[in-house]
């Protein structure tokens, strides 16, 4: 169990700590000069059945809250600790607040120097002090009165925190692992050492399949030895006080603030939605833009609010909001932050992480405020079902796993849904609810009906082409997953790079067959300047309107490419062209003329070429350059 301390300045939090634990927490010469505390200290004391209780002592100046906060994040037990000679202060109410906001739910409340004060003003104080505390956490909290000079209390309150630690229920160990990292520092032989407390998972030396990065720097990290709870170890696991020592990282690389975590844990983003809580003494409302200073883990930011369920926020009010900030920060579905005012001098209010990765457009449409009730739902332990309703194109499982801080295979999914696996990747996976998997699946075959009803000539839709007119926010595991369905049920098939209804479909008859081949072999020998349906009529002696039904059936089974009405192009030749367009194009597009030099071709020629390409998706035009589609598949599926 980890217990951090939190009261006003000089009520005699340092000294409580060495009298439980024998152990100076002010380690600076500046705070041992001043008898204050400056930067957070740490100390430890033994169990009796092995395990180690951890102290977190924190400043109490109001200069220090944001030290006081990267303290307190991650603590299991608040010690908080009012001077009997001195009574409630300002920053009693504030770091109580705050304790609060961070979800703690067991404490105790130290009435401390006793020995300075009569009986009475102890009782008076404990009464005042239940009043204060009758609507937080520490509304039961039992009280201890104590001295650090004389020992009294000491032992009962030390009975009191070791009878906690052993009812404390472990952190779960099975999540991704992550540490906040709340100091950095070297030492003479072994290198750069972080410590901060374990938020969850586990971490353990010579794990060669624990692929652990600093983030947000986003930096490959070997763990080369671990301090638990102050004792060599071998494992660093969820609610302990942990030093890492960590290789391949300088100390100036390092800030409090930044994390040893998993590289599934973070995806670090400028925009987080919120679920924002304003205190009731905050003395000032929310609106958009207005600045604030954010604590989240260790770390702490400037940040600006955007109100999304309201337009003003204002105090003892909750509502849904998205923090802005300049820099990329990491932060997880279901983390507590607090926030304090413009000038980082009172603490305002705080609240819970929902999307750590948030948009920063259509934010407040009524779609996204359900996105977010629906992940708020799932922290507060509803399940996922409100959220898949929420969710056409299904969860992905990369963001799953940061919803639940744990691998998938520990999710248990709701009844009515499917895993859709892309056929590309295995580890590209989309859990989606059954209706909306069948919305996706007839959505296709409904807009590649009405594409073969508007362009009958045309053997199909290109993939990437299709995807934008069915569903261009679709993630990639769910469309490729639904192509490969529909495919398998026989319901859509594929032709080179062009998809089509499974009736979209043609068959010769032999005399058809016989003409087929003559109009395959002049078109076959026109190469890049194949011959009009006209003049291929003339030479053959056939009408025109048979040749033209004849090339519309080619093109349908994918022999032929219809680049212009009464144009066709072999299939080896669309396959060289795209090919010399796509070594033309990089990095940054080629011009018409370009290409039209290249082929030797007619300007004209060149540009009916291109704007064929730019049809089936293949290119996209900038101005006076065409480029390659990232997306696009046809060069690929031309080649199979």
């Not at 009464?127 to 201890?144: G, K, R, W």
């Not at 599934?264 to 207005?290: N, Y």
């Not at 080619?554 to 022999?559: A, D, E, F, I, P």
Request: charge should be neutral; aromatic fraction near 6%.
């Amino acid at each position: 169990m980890i217990v951090g301390t939190a009261g006003h300045i000089d009520h005699g939090k340092t000294a409580l700590v060495r009298a439980l634990t024998g152990v100076n927490t002010d380690r600076l010469e500046d705070e041992k000069k001043r008898g204050i505390t400056i930067a957070l200290g740490y100390a430890y004391s033994p169990l009796a059945n092995g395990d180690m209780l951890g102290f977190v002592d924190v400043p109490g100046h109001e200069n220090l809250v944001h030290t006081m906060v990267a303290g307190a994040t991650g603590i299991d037990y608040a010690l908080l600790v009012v001077a009997a000679d001195d009574g409630i202060m300002p920053q009693t109410h504030e770091h109580v607040a705050i304790l609060s906001l961070l979800g703690l739910t067991r404490g105790c409340v130290v009435i401390n120097k006793v020995d300075r004060v009569e009986p009475e003003v102890v009782q008076q104080l404990q009464h005042d002090l239940q009043n204060v505390l009758q609507s937080t956490f520490l509304a039961t909290a039992p009280f201890f009165a104590t001295s650090s000079l004389t020992g009294q209390g000491i032992d009962q309150l030390k009975n009191h925190l070791e009878s906690e630690a052993q009812q404390v229920q472990q952190r779960q160990q099975t999540g991704f692992f992550r540490l906040a990292i709340d100091r950095v520092f070297t030492l003479e032989g072994q290198g750069t050492v972080v410590t901060g407390t374990t938020y969850a998972g586990m971490t353990q030396l010579g794990d060669e399949q624990a692929t652990l990065r600093l983030m947000p720097q986003n930096q490959g990290v070997r763990i080369r030895s671990i301090h638990a709870q102050n004792t060599p170890s071998q494992q660093a696991k969820a609610g302990q006080r942990c030093a890492l020592n960590i290789a391949g990282v300088a100390k100036d690389e390092i800030q409090r603030g930044n994390w040893v975590a998993d590289s599934r844990c973070f995806v670090p983003a400028t925009h987080i939605d919120v679920r924002l809580q304003l205190l009731a003494s905050a003395d000032t409302s929310l609106k958009t833009w207005t600045p604030v200073h954010v604590h989240v883990g260790a770390a702490h930011y400037v940040a600006h609010i955007v109100p999304l369920s309201q337009d003003v926020i204002q105090p003892d009010q909750t509502a849904l909001a998205q923090l802005v900030f300049d820099e990329p920060i990491c932060s997880m579905p279901g983390d507590r932050f607090i926030v304090r005012n413009a000038q980082a001098k009172h603490t305002i209010g705080g609240g819970v992480v929902l999307d750590p990765n948030a948009p920063d457009r259509k934010r407040r449409s009524l779609a996204r405020l359900a996105w977010l009730d629906g992940v708020e739902a799932y922290l507060d332990g509803r399940g996922l079902d409100l959220l898949l309703r929420q969710a056409p194109y299904g969860l992905e499982q990369p963001f799953l796993q940061r919803l639940i801080g744990a691998d998938i295979a520990q999710l248990q999914a709701p009844t009515g849904t499917i895993w859709v696996q892309s056929p590309r990747s295995i580890a590209l996976r989309v859990l989606i609810h059954n209706n909306a998997w069948e919305h996706v699946l007839a959505r296709i075959e409904t807009v590649l009906a009405e594409a073969h009803e508007r362009y009958p000539d045309e053997p199909g839709v290109e993939a990437a082409r299709l995807r934008r007119m069915v569903a261009p926010r679709a993630p990639d595991a769910l469309w490729f997953g639904a192509l490969h369905e529909l495919i398998q049920r026989r319901r859509l098939a594929i032709n080179g790079p062009w998809y089509r209804l499974s009736a979209h479909t043609v068959q010769l008859t032999p005399d058809e067959e016989a003409l087929a081949l003559k109009l395959i072999g002049l078109s076959h020998e026109g190469r890049y300047n194949p011959p009009w349906v006209r003049d291929m009529a003339q030479t053959l002696e056939v009408p025109e309107d048979q040749l033209r039904t004849l090339g519309r059936k080619l093109v349908r089974q994918g022999v032929l490419f219809q680049v212009v009405r009464d144009l066709y192009y072999h299939r080896d030749h669309v396959l060289e062209l795209a090919q010399c367009l796509d070594e033309l194009a990089q990095p940054n597009g080629v011009k018409a003329a370009e290409f039209r030099d290249n082929l030797n071709l007619g300007r004209k020629r060149t540009i009916q070429i291109l704007e064929f390409f730019e049809r089936i998706g293949y290119t996209r035009r900038l101005r006076d350059k065409h480029l390659i589609r990232p997306d696009n598949t046809v060069f690929t599926q031309l080649q199979s």
